[in-house]
Every structure is written in C-alpha cells, then in structure tokens.
Nanobody, 124 residues
Framework: QVQLVESGGGLVQAGGSLRLSCAASGRTFSSYAMGWFRQAPGKEREFVAAISSSGGNTHYTNSVKGRFTISRDNAKNTVYLQMNSLKPEDTAVYYC?????????????????WGQGTQVTVSS
C-alpha cells in the first residue's frame, strides 16, 4: 500500500509559477513510477506528466511541454511538478499517482494509487 499526499496548490496569476509536491509513504517509493493528472470542472481527469522510478525517463502531455517539469527525490519519497508560465486553462485539481511497474503510461487506469488532490487556480 502507498499513501500519497499532495501539497503546493493555490491561486496564482497567469504567467506565474507553482511547485506541487507529492509525499509518499508505505512501500518503497523508488520502486514506483509516478504521474501527475489533473481534472478541471466538468471534465475528465487527464494525464499531465510522468516519471520513471529512477527519474531517468519523463513524459508530458503536449499542452504543458516546455512549461512544466516533473522530478523526484527518492531519498525524500517525494515527486514534484514545477509549473511555470501558468495559464487559466491549467486551472484544475491536480492529482499525484503511483504505478508499481516501471513504465510511464498516460492512462489513468494504469496507476495503482492516488492522492486526494490539490487545487490550482490560475486567474487571468
């Protein structure tokens, strides 16, 4: 079992930055690939970014490439999402997810554990 707790969300103006954190506890964090998803009001939860267990491989959805960076610190059992040049369309609840197998898929169903989410609101 893995417990995930997100933090770092908030209200920011367009063009601003936020860094989300996801702290993991339970089984060995370094064995899991990690992902970030987001869900805007009235929309389905969508893939944002993912990182392999070692941090050597990353993948991003096209709309955040060049603006968001996913990283992890296995010594701290934490994964991060640095979000720069934020846009109003980035407004959503952001969820951290863990996957036992060390591949980085984009499908929500491929992830085994989820956090409760943190709200990100970008004002225009």
């Amino acid at each position: 079992q893995v417990q995930l707790v997100e933090s770092g969300g908030g209200l920011v103006q367009a063009g601003g930055s936020l860094r989300l954190s996801c702290a993991a506890s339970g089984r060995t964090f370094s064995s899991y690939a990690m992902g970030w998803f987001r869900q805007a009001p009235g929309k389905e939860r969508e893939f944002v970014a993912a990182i392999s267990s070692s941090g050597g491989n990353t993948h991003y959805t096209n709309s955040v490439k060049g603006r968001f960076t996913i990283s992890r610190d296995n010594a701290k059992n934490t994964v991060y999402l640095q979000m720069n040049s934020l846009k109003p369309e980035d407004t959503a609840v952001y969820y951290c997810a863990a996957r036992f197998y060390d591949t980085i898929p984009t499908m929500r169903a491929s992830y085994d554990y989820w956090g409760q989410g943190t709200q990100v609101t970008v004002s225009s």
